[in-house]
């Protein structure tokens, strides 16, 4: 019982450390970029796993994100993705995508 507690609060150390260094990454410029101007990423990721193709993602996206590419839906326009919509996240029956979110810089 000790060790798994032990194990908790190193397991808990490590993430919090991850997440530190995760954040200064994405809100610092990297080197030789310091005059840059940071832009946000925001894009969809599909799980193809259990995707089902029924291509409601495709239908209800207002700024044609996706294309359909042999039958499946893909990310073709990622730049188009508005972070305040995330509806295809939110109706896709399997829950299968997921979003990026980051900041990049320059
Ligand atoms: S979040 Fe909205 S804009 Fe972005 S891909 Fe999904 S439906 Fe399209
Ligand atoms: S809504 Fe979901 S299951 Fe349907 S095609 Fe899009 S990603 Fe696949």
Do not use: H
Request: with cysteine; proline share 8%.
């Amino acid at each position: 019982m000790k060790n798994l507690v032990g194990r908790a609060k190193e397991n808990y150390r490590e993430m919090k450390k991850e997440i530190k260094e995760t954040y200064q990454r994405e809100t610092s410029p990297a080197e030789g970029k310091e005059n840059s101007e940071p832009v946000r990423v925001f894009y969809p990721v599909i799980n193809y796993d259990n995707c089902i193709k029924c291509m409601v993602c495709v239908k209800l996206c207002p700024n044609q994100v996706f294309e359909i590419k042999n039958g499946f839906p893909v990310v073709a326009n990622p730049m188009a993705c508005d972070p305040d919509c995330q509806i295809c996240g939110v109706k896709c029956p399997t829950r299968v995508i997921s979003f990026v979110s980051k900041i990049r810089w320059g």
